[in-house]
């Protein structure tokens, strides 16, 4: 099996060899071959890779079982999966401790602070909406056992 990431002459080459029904996604593993994996089930695409014209989903799929050797040589023919090519480049915010991380740092705390006292506000109006209610189901609920306790009071005495 070769892995091809990229097109022309900057593409890059890794070749390996696999078993037939070995999961491709342990094979590039094996071979050093990153591949980005997005659910890990081949719904979202992700993966997906071309091999010899077809396309596939390294996540789910496994090396083909249906290869027929070379009649002559008694090899196997190479498959070549196209890997898509990935940014790896990670852009570095600078220092760990700099002015601006203090800054953007102050300001998350300070919108977060602002949305706590705005949201505590709505609360406590709630609250008490709450509490009324609470308590006019508890007047109702005393109102009931009283009628409750008077009707048995009246059947007994009959």
């Keep these: 099996i070769t892995f091809q990431q990229g097109k022309g002459e900057s593409a890059t080459f890794i070749e390996t060899s696999a078993m037939p029904?070995?999961?491709?996604k342990l094979v590039a593993s094996q071979a050093g071959q990153y591949i980005k994996y997005g659910c890990g089930?081949?719904?979202c695409g992700t993966c997906e890779s071309l091999?010899?014209?077809k396309y596939l989903r390294p996540?789910?799929?496994v090396v083909p079982t249906d290869l027929e050797p070379d009649a002559e040589t008694g090899k196997y023919a190479s498959l070549?999966?196209?890997v898509k090519g990935t940014k790896a480049k990670v852009v570095s915010s600078g220092k760990f401790f700099s002015a601006k991380s203090f800054l953007l740092g102050f300001w998350n705390n300070l919108l977060g602070m602002g949305g706590f006292v705005r949201d505590r506000r709505r609360a406590k109006k709630n609250y008490q909406e709450?509490?009324?209610n609470e308590e006019e189901i508890m007047r109702?609920?005393?109102e009931k056992k009283r009628k409750r306790a008077e009707e048995t009071q009246?059947?007994?005495n009959k």
């Design 41 to 43: 089930k081949g719904e």
């Design 130 to 132: 709450r509490i009324t």
């Design 80 to 82: 070549v999966i196209q």
């Design 21 to 24: 029904g070995q999961p491709l």
């Design 140 to 142: 109702l609920t005393a």
């Design 59 to 61: 996540c789910v799929d």
């Design 154 to 156: 009246l059947a007994l």
């Design 51 to 53: 091999c010899n014209g």
